[in-house]
Nanobody, 117 residues
Framework: QVQLQESGPGLLKPSQTLSLTCAVS??????????WSWIRQPPGKGLEWMGV???????YYRPALKSRTSISRDTSKNQFSLQLSSVTPEDTAVYYC?????????WGQGTQVTVSS
């Protein structure tokens, strides 16, 4: 059974960089054809896919967020991370990590991130 757990600060000020980490257990993030995504849900809105890192380390991002988003991984710790720069209050959301790229099988519980001055 694959389990994912997000961690990171919950409160940021505008212009700061959001950094979240997803620890994966039950599967290796380098297992062939496994992909690992970040997804967020702003208050009152639907889910928004942000980007993915593939089993071989390739990354793909939502075009509207591409200039501010970076996804990386630490294979020694079996975890992957999200960085979102220059945050604004519009980046306030629950952030999830999940397995998959277009359909998502396993999800973390989500972590609330609030951007406020």
């Amino acid at each position: 059974q694959v389990q994912l757990q997000e961690s990171g600060p919950g409160l940021l000020k505008p212009s700061q960089t959001l950094s979240l980490t997803c620890a994966v257990s039950g599967a290796s993030i380098t297992t062939a054809y496994f992909h690992w995504s970040w997804i967020r849900q702003p208050p009152g809105k639907g889910l928004e896919w942000m980007g993915v890192i593939t089993y071989d380390g390739s990354t793909y991002y939502r075009p509207a967020l591409k200039s501010r988003t970076s996804i990386s991984r630490d294979t020694s710790k079996n975890q992957f991370s999200l960085q979102l720069s220059s945050v604004t209050p519009e980046d306030t959301a629950v952030y999830y990590c999940a397995s998959g790229a277009t359909s998502f099988g396993d999800w973390g519980q989500g972590t609330q991130v609030t951007v406020s001055s």
